[in-house]
């Protein structure tokens, strides 16, 4: 039986700055990682440990994944040390991705807040992958300031995609922004999606989450069609080390992915 903690090697093959404190790292794995959207991954540096994050690149490219991570601890430190060539480990994929199925045929409202748009990116590529699957997608997103934009070159792409409306905000605009200032919430004063036929998903940090699945409730979301990534705390992945219990819930297992509906009773979910 083989060992479920035992990482196997992945070469970088580039790593690209997003935002000064944020990286983006692609990844050619000795064996295919078979993810889904929402599905995360435990990386690992050698010598310095291991850490849960979800792939930002398309479910649909098989044979290298992307990592978009933000230096905040001692293995992400690390990380940001290496360079291309440098092998990392990885093992997974785990949790429960998005039940892209169930959103078939309807509109999809994403909102995502700082470096929460990196696993919201793997959800978009996948919708896109298949956009004819899907009614309209909405991308909103927001971020502290114009420099701390993920995906800054990306997003304009995005844009011109049929299909896809995109709006973003900043808390803090400079000289060389155009674009709307506050928080991302902002964005959520008129929201133009057919209830009756929209689901929405949230990512990004706690307190920002909090405040946009207070607004969707406002409009009208019913609690099962708010999809939330809840990824603080994970650990081991495997619902051993019980760093990531929320309520009855090990995210790392149960989710990240939870809606609204299954932790709602749960006292300051986020």
């Known amino acids: 039986m083989s060992n479920p903690y035992q990482p196997f090697?992945?070469?970088?093959?580039?790593?690209?700055?997003?935002?000064?404190?944020?990286?983006?790292?692609?990844?050619?794995?000795?064996?295919?990682?078979?993810?889904?959207?929402?599905?995360?991954?435990?990386?690992?540096?050698?010598?310095?440990?291991?850490?849960?994050?979800?792939p930002s690149s398309s479910q649909f490219e098989r044979d290298r994944i992307e990592i978009t991570i933000m230096k905040v601890g001692r293995a992400t430190t690390a990380l940001f040390k290496l360079g291309a060539g440098d092998m990392v480990g990885i093992r997974g994929p785990y949790g429960n991705p998005y039940p892209l199925n169930k959103f078939e045929g309807k509109e999809i409202f994403i909102v995502g807040g700082g470096v929460g748009l990196a696993p919201l990116r793997a959800l978009f590529l996948a919708l896109a992958h298949e956009i004819n699957k899907y009614k309209k997608i909405y991308l909103r997103y927001?971020?502290?300031?114009?420099?701390?934009?993920?995906?800054?070159?990306?997003?304009?792409?995005?844009?011109?995609?049929?299909?896809?409306?995109?709006?973003?905000?900043?808390?803090?605009?400079?000289?060389?922004?155009?674009?709307?200032?506050?928080?991302?919430?902002?964005?959520?004063?008129?929201?133009?999606?057919?209830l009756k036929n929209s689901v929405a998903v949230v990512c990004g940090p706690p307190v920002m989450m909090k405040f946009v699945t207070r607004r969707l409730l406002e409009i009208g979301f019913p609690d099962d069609m708010i999809y939330l990534s809840m990824e603080k705390n994970m650990s081991c992945g495997l619902g051993q080390c019980g760093h990531c219990r929320l309520g009855p819930y090990f995210t790392c297992k149960d989710g990240p992915v939870l809606t609204w509906d299954q932790i709602k009773d749960i006292k300051d979910p986020f």
Not at 158 to 168: A, C, F, I, P, T
């Open 142 to 194: 927001g971020a502290r300031s114009p420099k701390d934009i993920v995906y800054k070159k990306l997003i304009p792409e995005w844009k011109k995609m049929k299909g896809v409306d995109l709006d973003l905000s900043v808390d803090v605009g400079d000289e060389t922004w155009k674009g709307k200032v506050g928080v991302v919430t902002i964005l959520l004063k008129e929201i133009p999606c057919d």
């Open 9 to 54: 090697k992945a070469k970088i093959l580039n790593i690209s700055d997003e935002t000064p404190n944020i990286r983006t790292f692609v990844l050619e794995p000795e064996q295919e990682v078979r993810f889904l959207a929402g599905q995360f991954v435990e990386l690992t540096v050698p010598g310095f440990g291991e850490a849960p994050f979800t």
